[in-house]
């Protein structure tokens, strides 16, 4: 499985201060700050890391404990400034009980929350 990954950024301050907002609605906060680096947990390893490095639009999901939480993470994105990619709602072209919002970050990343809605599958 994966143990971390690298989001490449163009502007750390900016997207250290989105990720900081959108994030902590799903339980993530900064765990180790570096000079071009800034890496996020949530409660358990650093597991992403923004880094300010040449940027090649990505697609990233986060999992959500609940619905509550994926429609909180959509709202503070929206509210920060991301783009709307798909607001909040069962997706059953990809399973049934997959419940999701998407966003476009500042650098054009689809950045994504999914509960999975297990009394649905």
């Known amino acids: 499985m994966i143990a971390h990954t690298h989001l490449h950024v163009s502007d750390l301050a900016m997207s250290k201060a989105f990720y900081v907002k959108v994030l902590a609605t799903l339980g993530y906060s900064i765990s180790m700050e570096l000079d071009d680096a800034v890496g996020f947990h949530d409660g358990k390893n650093t597991d992403l890391w923004l880094v300010n490095e040449p940027v090649a639009p990505t697609h990233i999901a986060f999992e959500a404990k609940s619905r509550e939480e994926v429609e909180a993470f959509y709202a503070a994105a929206l509210e920060q400034g991301a783009r ?38």
């Open 84 to 121: 709307d990619n798909g607001g909040p709602g069962y997706r059953p072209q990809y399973w049934p009980g997959y419940f999701a919002a998407f966003v476009f970050d500042p650098d054009g990343h689809n950045i994504e929350a999914v509960w999975y809605d297990r009394s649905k599958m």
